[in-house]
């Protein structure tokens, strides 16, 4: 064999060998990342209401994010249907009236309360974000407003 055809068969080897390697890499990095990491799984909201999605009408997911500055309140509301949300950035308290307050802070994902009124509030010293998804039919309200009352009044 000549000199030439050796360096261009040990060339094409080394080439053949780089690429499989760099296959063998990427496939190794591809499957080495999650497809799929769970943040929640439940039946159930965090005031213990079974979570049942709407009937009667087309389906309809909404998602969006939800902010508020220090201070601010959402004010008091219900969910016409299941809803559920990853704090992105801040801190959100919410009050349940007679059921308590729960704090929620970025990475907290929330199965939020369907039919109990509730007021969250941002009790953080920065801007609070919440992205959220409402899992619910065409025709429905995501949100209904309520007016407080002594007994949901803020503490």
């Not at 965090?46 to 959402?74: C, F």
């Not at 010293?125 to 025709?139: C, D, K, N, Y």
């Amino acid at each position: 064999m000549s000199a030439g055809r050796k360096t261009r068969s040990v060339f094409g080897l080394g080439l053949v060998a780089a690429g499989f390697a760099a296959g063998l890499g990427a496939a190794a990095a591809r499957d080495a990342l999650p497809r799929f990491t769970p943040l929640m799984s439940t039946s159930k909201t965090v005031m213990d209401e079974p979570i049942v999605y709407p009937t009667g009408a087309p389906a309809k997911l909404t998602a969006g994010i939800s902010a508020l500055q220090p201070g601010d309140e959402t004010g008091w509301h219900t969910h016409g249907m299941p809803m559920t949300g990853i704090i992105l950035e801040g801190e959100l308290t919410v009050d349940y009236g007679e059921r308590g307050t729960r704090t929620y802070r970025q990475g907290d994902v929330i199965a939020e309360a369907i039919t109990v009124p509730h007021n969250g509030r941002n009790t953080g010293a920065g801007p609070m974000r919440l992205f959220a998804v409402f899992v619910g039919a065409e025709g429905l309200i995501a949100t209904k407003p309520i007016p407080a009352t002594p007994l949901e009044a803020p503490r």
